[in-house]
Nanobody, 127 residues
Framework: QVQVVESGGGLVQAGGSLTLTCTAS????????MAWFRQAPGKEREGVSC????????YYADSVKGRFTISRDNAKNTLYLKMNSLKPEDTAMYYC????????????????????WGPGTRVTVSS
């Protein structure tokens, strides 16, 4: 049974930092590209960042480039998102998911081919 769990969210002031963690079990983690998505109240889920299965290439939404860093530790089945210079518009539920179409992030930032969604972790950035 596949289980994916996000953690690390919380309340932070604008300009602050958080690191999100996603741990996965029940799947061969190293075989999948992994991504972070977020969904703000009343908005559609959007792609934040994706990392290929070997970790050598990463992709970011324009809104987070230069502020967020995605990384992974395949030995620990863990995905990370380091978020710096947080803004109120970063407030959302953050989810991680696996790219079921393969290991290259080619379907990112779309959500259709992503699966094994976790329950999410809430990030709130106050102004």
């Amino acid at each position: 049974q596949v289980q994916v769990v996000e953690s690390g969210g919380g309340l932070v002031q604008a300009g602050g930092s958080l690191t999100l963690t996603c741990t996965a079990s029940g799947l061969t983690f190293r075989d999948y590209a992994m991504a972070w998505f977020r969904q703000a109240p009343g908005k559609e889920r959007e792609g934040v960042s994706c990392i290929i299965r070997a970790g050598a290439s990463t992709y970011y939404a324009d809104s987070v480039k230069g502020r967020f860093t995605i990384s992974r530790d395949n030995a620990k089945n863990t995905l990370y998102l380091k978020m710096n210079s947080l803004k109120p518009e970063d407030t959302a539920m953050y989810y991680c998911a696996a790219d079921l179409s393969g290991g290259s992030c080619r379907s990112f930032p779309g959500t259709v081919y992503f699966g094994y969604w976790g329950p999410g972790t809430r990030v709130t950035v106050s102004s």
